[in-house]
């Protein structure tokens, strides 16, 4: 029979262990329901990565800023966001980006949803990316980074591959160039794989990335100096 002290006990221990399973889950770079790239093997480039666009009014500028270095990036785009800017995405492509899937409605509910709806949100996605680079995307990255069994089989079952990240500056939530600059670079090193924004999704629909567009020129300035190339992750 338990007494006091061991239900409380037992009850810690429980809890513990389902706290750990959440942050196994959902942690972004946890292998627990899939493996998941945060990192790539290089000694002298790095991979930039922009989530949640296209969004004309930082996509572009974004793009101005990678193309005056010659770096080359990985966009993880929204299905809704790229059915409305079509042409956009058709540049990033000749540009040389790799157009990545992050679903169609980046929606924050997901994770509780059947195999069938992430199904759905990611090949409704890839076909669309399909439609206007003539190349499927192989890449996908969960909304947030919440990996979960359901999304994980429709993963498998469109031979995409999970990507993370190792370097980001929480761009999303009102901070300002100055410190997205500080986080990113601080503790740097090749083969990272960076996480910026450069659109918003449906939840953020009125908010800004200014300062994304803002801290980049100088993010690039700061890994030329380190005589490190940017490439994206189309051979991953
Ligand atoms: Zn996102």
């Keep these: 029979m338990l007494n006091w002290t061991d239900t409380v006990g037992l009850g810690a221990i ?7 399973s959440v942050a196994g889950v959902l942690y972004h770079n946890s292998p627990v329901v899939a493996p998941v790239a945060s990192r790539f093997a290089s000694n002298d480039s790095v991979a930039l990565t922009f989530d949640d666009g296209p969004t004309p009014q930082f996509t572009i ?9 010659g770096a080359k990036a990985t966009f993880f785009c929204i ?12 540049d990033m492509v000749s540009a ?14 997901g994770i509780v ?3 069938r709806y992430w199904s759905w949100e990611l090949r409704r996605t890839s076909d669309l ?6 190349q499927s995307p192989r890449l996908f990255r969960a909304p947030m980074g919440f990996k979960i069994w359901n999304q994980a089989a429709a993963v498998r079952d469109l031979e995409m591959k ?36 450069d659109g918003l999704e449906y939840a953020r629909r009125h908010a800004s990335q200014i300062e994304t567009v803002t801290a980049l020129p100088n993010i690039l300035e700061d890994i030329q100096r380190r005589g490190w190339r940017m490439v994206s992750l189309a051979n991953l």
């Design 129 to 134: 990316i399909a439609d206007i680079s003539g």
């Design 113 to 115: 949803r059947s195999k």
């Design 79 to 90: 299905g809704e966001n790229i059915s409305a800017h079509r042409s956009l995405v058709k």
């Design 96 to 109: 040389g980006h790799c157009i990545a899937n992050h679903t169609w409605h980046h929606d924050h509910a």
């Design 162 to 197: 999970y990507v993370g990240w190792r370097a980001w500056a929480w761009d999303t939530t009102g901070t300002n160039a100055a410190n997205i600059y500080r986080r990113i670079t601080k503790r740097l090193a090749p083969g990272d794989i960076i996480l910026l924004h």
């Design 14 to 20: 429980g809890y513990a262990a389902a706290l750990g």
């Design 61 to 69: 500028p974004i793009l101005k800023s990678l193309e005056s270095v």
